[in-house]
């Protein structure tokens, strides 16, 4: 005979309730690891830079002064390029993210010197511009997927006949201050012997004045870079582009490593912005077609290896 007083699987007590010792403990089993999962799936992944520009109104983008055709500054001083249009995109996908559209631009200018440190210590939230993907370089920022594939080579005067590193035995190389074209000629000097003296300048329109000016007589950098300073001089067939390609420079927007839903909010934007055809459209109009100041046409199509990127989207850089 079963004891009243311990009910048991099919009593039902007077107050509809079930004692928890006895009928429920099968059903608390069931229900418990749904129980705690329940928090974890609505908990929503914080982003300090999200939270920042939610709360202020803006989103900062840091830029360049003359990195044609990437970031630099039109006769007005607005800056424009082809990584600036990219990352108009990217304030359009922040802006919806947070159902924000009327989030403004704030912008910072920075040189190659200045351009981390905006990102490290918060001054910028997208450095939009021409700066390497590198390794030393992902240790203290990160980095979306890359819009763009340089080469390291050389800009010098036609008339000095210059052709290759070896020509330049003793004479005086310039190149932009935080770049690593600079240090790269100084290892390649110091192996073959060329006594080759590197210099640096604060940015690209200094270095190129140095090569004008005689100062230098080579001025080592991204080849694309190299493009659009000759395009934008005077007389463009006054200078040459020359020597083998001496490293394979990704170029990528520039964002916290202390920030990983940022960087996933846009790295999904970029991925949209290759695999729909908009960076693609980006780049015939930068790269293909005339542009400011002097309505010059760069010429410059897509490599294979940029193609392939868009194709198949992603950060990891190989270097």
């Known amino acids: 005979m079963t004891d009243p007083a311990l009910p048991g699987p099919t009593h039902r007590s007077t107050s509809g309730i ?16 749904a129980l705690l999962v329940f928090p974890l799936m609505n908990a929503v992944a914080s982003s300090p830079t999200l939270d920042r520009i ?21 006769a007005g001083g607005k800056p424009i390029g082809y990584s600036m249009d990219l990352c108009m ?3 359009d996908a922040i802006r919806e993210n947070l159902k924000r559209p009327d989030l403004k631009v704030q912008y910072l200018q920075v040189t190659p ?19 390497n993907n590198a390794r030393e370089r992902r240790e203290k920022v990160a980095f979306t997927i890359p819009h763009y594939i340089a080469n390291g080579r050389m800009l010098v005067k036609t008339a000095s006949g210059i052709q290759k590193l070896e020509d330049l035995r003793g004479k005086t ?41 005689g100062k230098a007589q080579a001025f080592a950098m991204d080849d694309v870079l190299l493009a ?25 927007i520039m964002l916290s490593k202390n920030d990983p839903e940022f960087k996933k909010l846009i790295d999904a934007a970029m991925s949209r912005l ?23 046409n760069l010429g410059i199509p897509m490599s294979m290896l940029l193609r392939d990127s868009f194709r198949y989207p992603t950060d990891n850089a190989g270097n």
């Open 113 to 131: 010197a200045t351009r981390m440190d905006a990102i490290m210590n918060g001054k910028a939230d997208l450095e939009c511009a021409s700066t």
């Open 54 to 74: 939610k709360a202020t109104g803006a989103i900062r983008l840091a830029h360049r002064e003359s990195s044609v055709p990437f970031s630099y500054l039109d």
């Open 228 to 252: 659009g300073m000759k395009a934008t001089t005077k007389n463009p067939a006054d200078y040459a582009i020359v020597g083998k390609t001496q490293q394979v420079v990704p170029y990528a």
């Open 274 to 296: 290759m695999e729909d055809g908009e960076a693609e459209r980006f780049y015939k109009k930068w790269f293909q077609q005339p542009i400011p100041p002097n309505n010059v």
């Open 18 to 33: 079930l004692p928890p010792n006895v009928t429920m403990l099968p059903r608390v089993r069931k229900l418990l690891p």
């Open 173 to 213: 190389v310039v190149s932009t201050r935080g770049s690593a074209n600079g240090d790269l000629v100084r290892q390649l000097s110091e192996a073959g012997g060329l006594g080759i003296t590197v210099v640096e300048a604060s940015d690209h329109a200094q270095s190129f004045a140095m090569l004008a000016d």
């Open 89 to 91: 995109r990217l304030v």
